[in-house]
């Protein structure tokens, strides 16, 4: 269970703070909620306390991890399938799994992509949430700017693994 003033992750949107712990009734049934609040964009969630886990409500990484994820990410290999849809669903699978290695894996996949094809509609709009859960999850580990620590992400995802 998580408290008031926890930074916690959600999958789908990034990282965030828990701002309260409300009780609820909706359709009938009483539930404890936790709010919470986005930092950027100020987004407002109410996450139900007993659904988090299955969710995949996590504490946000800790500044060590985020070092390693920055220094990994020009390692990681940028795969490029033909099939829109099998891209798609895939990147969607991984964004959804909550591991920030595989977020940055979707980001560092479709920023080069856009840049050697471009991106369809839908891919510009996941690549543009898959960077704002990995940048916001980032700012909070390291409690950094999100200019710096946007600057920082894209530096790491231009450079290409070093082919052996």
């Known amino acids: ?3 008031i003033g926890d930074l916690v992750v959600h999958p789908m949107h990034g990282a965030g703070i828990i701002d309260g712990i409300v009780r609820e009734k909706i359709a009938g049934a009483v539930q404890d909620y936790y709010v919470f609040k986005m930092p950027v964009g100020g987004l407002l969630l109410k996450i139900p306390v007993a659904n988090s886990q299955a969710i995949g409500i996590r504490t946000v990484i800790t500044l060590p991890e985020a070092e390693s994820l920055l ?3 020009p390692a990681m290999d940028v795969e490029s399938s033909a099939n829109w849809n099998k891209r798609y669903r895939e990147n969607m699978i991984r964004l959804k799994s909550g ?3 595989e977020v940055a894996r979707v ?3 479709l920023m080069h992509r856009d840049r050697k094809r471009g ?3 839908g891919e510009r709009k996941m690549l543009h949430n898959a960077r704002q859960i990995l940048i916001s ?3 909070m580990a390291e409690q950094g700017e999100y200019g710096d620590i ?3 992400i894209d530096r790491a995802m231009l450079q290409m693994p070093i082919s052996h």
């Open 119 to 121: 991106l369809s509609t």
């Open 137 to 139: 999850e980032i700012v």
């Open 71 to 73: 220094t990994a990410i």
């Open 99 to 101: 591991d920030l290695y």
């Open 150 to 152: 946007e600057a920082r």
């Open 107 to 109: 980001v560092k996949t």
């Open 1 to 3: 269970m998580f408290s």
